[in-house]
């Protein structure tokens, strides 16, 4: 079990500029989600989909976030334009079908610096 | 709604003291109920989990109990190692795996 895979570990990038991070989740799993970390919000729910359908994306920001995923092993959360009050660590998460009681399985996140 | 407190941290400890941290609920129906773990640099893993009243979760040493009565959920370990430092989460679900409530979150530091 190679568990969630997400990269980059690390971004650094400038104020305007576009970024995008992605997330392989376990294999078999059919739901995914997004989580951002702050120590001001500590953890929020941004989106999650279901058999790679968007269900609920109502914890996303701003019209400056968007995600997508085009199959079942692979979602990409982007940011375009950046801002620096999105710095923050973006956690993926994946479960398996058996729906109730199933755990989050989450990747070690991708650290976000926006200058 | 559905919300979960737990206590303000950080809790210092030495080792092989013992521990709590304390959790509490607000929800509609029977929620399951967890803790996850977060070591640094990393992210959250499943700690242990109750699905329903009266039930005893535990894994490493760890245990809380399932009470639908204070609708609390209290982490406690006998004797905490240094390894054990990290942040613990309390958190909740009553919708069938699609919408995890976390609480803020204790970070614990193990002192040597």
């Known amino acids: 079990d190679a568990g969630v895979i997400q990269s980059p570990r690390h971004e650094v990038t400038e104020m305007g500029q576009e970024v995008t991070l992605r997330c392989k989740p376990i294999?078999?799993?059919?739901?995914l989600f997004w989580y951002r970390q702050t120590m001001m919000r500590g953890l929020e729910l941004l989106i999650y989909?279901?058999?790679?359908?968007?269900?609920?994306d109502s914890g996303m920001p701003e019209d400056r976030f968007s995600a997508k995923m085009p199959n079942a092993s692979f979602s990409t959360l982007k940011i375009q334009p950046s801002e620096p009050r999105d710095s923050a660590v973006y956690f993926c998460a994946s479960s398996p079908p058996t729906g109730l009681n199933s755990p989050l399985h989450f990747g070690n996140g991708t650290r976000l610096t926006v200058t | 709604g559905n919300s979960v407190t737990q206590m303000e941290g950080p809790v210092t400890l030495s080792e092989e003291a013992f521990l709590t941290i304390n959790c509490t609920y607000t929800?509609?129906?029977?929620?399951?109920l967890f803790w996850y773990v977060q070591y640094p640099g990393e992210g959250l893993q499943l700690l242990l989990k109750a699905t329903k009243a009266d039930d005893k979760g535990s894994n490493k040493g760890f245990e809380a109990t399932y009470r639908k009565e204070t609708t609390s959920f209290h982490l406690e370990k006998g004797s905490v190692q240094v390894s054990d430092s990290a942040v613990y989460f309390c958190a909740l679900d009553n919708t069938g795996g699609f919408k995890t409530i976390f609480g803020a979150g204790t970070r614990l530091f193990v002192k040597a």
């Open positions: 294999s078999g799993h059919n739901s």
């Open positions: 989909f279901n058999n790679n359908v968007p269900i609920d």
């Open positions: 929800a509609t129906g029977y929620p399951s």
